[in-house]
DNA sequence: TAAAAATATGACAACGTTGACATAAATTTT
DNA sequence: AAAATTTATGTCAACGTTGTCATATTTTTA
């Protein structure tokens, strides 16, 4: 066992060529004849010869890509990373995972350092981040490739290539069904004026209600965050009020699931005293009692189409923006009662 | 805004040095008088000049190092993720995520690879990898520096700083726990041979039900792998017996998931009519009615020690075996019954 | 005050690869 | 058969750093 790495000259020493020659073969280049290809390669493979990657590095453009995200919720990432590490590895890039505070005002300055020292050659923004216009235009300035993610039924602007996901759609989808069961008292859980998703949500909660000839009760909007935690404050809230709803609609599955907890603590039944859909299909979700009817969030897929958008936009080097949208499916699980 | 990124050239042209003066201010070298340092410094400044990280690792020791994991369980691998970005970023290293499937006979080729092309300068091992000793020495043979995770009460040798975590004494301390609350009737789901935290866990099961003067009975031991998939179906299998526990140990929370939804099904009161408990302090554990009995594993805490090791190890050419041992704390909530 | 030591700076090679260009050999065209 | 073209190979300079060594300057020591 030789305890340096083999490095191309070696490869090419042994084979009998110009180290040059070597790299045509590693690189799959034309005009390398038959003959001294099938010599060369059994010499790679004879001394298990890898190219140096720091090294290719140097003369092309960085192939790793920053996923930048600010989530706590695990599952919502890890299905995004998986999606995303599915096409590098396919086209031979590097992940570089990236999560960071949003409110830290250091986002800028540490995407400039992971894109300046040619780390990355493209990032991938999640919100809120990829709702920062200015931050997309800052990175975008320092020569980066950017492909965000956004909430919203067609592409803010032309700034780069955008996936948005269609939450009003499904906002108004899921209410929809829950008027559809009989249900006029609908509480949205979850409202927040500076999240796209949530006020997307919203939206389409409203437009069901009015295509229903239903107004919106203020009281039975609560604002508040995307956590458990948040959803259990939300739901007390909620029931210390004297006119109780009779379907709650959690702005995502871990605030549902908050809803879930409080309800059993009130000895309220889910379904039959209480209605509750969530939004995201998170494992929470499936694993919980009664399951939780909510709408089916394909992270990975998503994921995985802005990360295809960002290679191609690194590899060829063109400023076309390709968007991209994606339309969510309910799941009908076992939360809803028919009145 | 120029189009090219500044080098250490361009700076040490606008600082009128020669470009390696401006390596050693960069690089916080002795011999710089206070005078240069300040002059470089304001143009590094200006300049906003971030040194290629490509180009100098060309010359030093790759400081990346590789997390490798064949876990779908989602939260365990972000807590992990995150702890060891943690001690990443303090120390200037990247993180390189690498999930595999161990059962593909793929990953020793594909550690070969990002290890051979100086991706990464080291790895991070979880089980059931962690715990293949002939894949453990192979990365090592490569010059690679390798820290692994494992279940026990000690390390199985010393062939490279270990992390072991005890899951039976943790085992043994929440079975004693429920005997104390008067269970005798105690089944084990999640037994699986080729799974050390499972047996660990297992063995703890057993010394606790022998201290108290109890036989393991087979019939209560049930076989099947940590999903809530497995956890219906092996609660589904003990229901349709006739001699029923009075509490279930979930060999990890998913597991236990599945039991709460199964006693649920089959119109069980948890914990009055069936109490369970679990393992990990998942979210799950928190967020689920009635929340979960559980064992606490800091996974963040844990990573980070073997990233901290991991990063020690490359720095300081080392071939110490520090290892370190962590003990796991019960985590009281309402899922177990006093009898 | 000369010699020695410490301090400060620079010149240049190296790291392992790819790209631009040169050239040699084989093939096709005239 | 000569010229033009295609195919196959090689030479060498980059890429942006850091390490080695040389050298210039200053300070300390004898």
Redesign the pocket.
Known sequence: MSS??P??????RLA?????????V??N?????????TRVQAVIAQLN????R???L???APFSLAFVYDNPNSHYVIEMQNGILSQCRQKGFELVIHPTDSHSGQVLQELTTIIGS?QVGGVILTPPLSENRELVQQLLAQQAKVVRIVSGSAPPDDLCPTIYVDDEQAGFNITRHLLAQGHRRIAFLGYHKDHQSSLGRYRGYCAALREAGLTVSEQLVITGDFTFDSGVAMTEQLLQRGDKPTALFGCNDEIAAGALFTARMHQLAVPQDLSIVGFENSPFSRQTWPRLTTVHQPNAEIAAKAAALLISLMLENETQTAHCGFELQLVLRDSVSTL
Chains 1, 2 share one sequence.
């Open positions: 340096k790495k490095t191309i000259k070696d490869v090419a009998g060529v110009s180290f040059k020659t070597v790299s045509r590693v690189n280049e034309a005009w390398v004849s038959d003959d001294i290809k010869y890898q190219p140096n720091t090294a290719r140097m003369r092309t040619n």
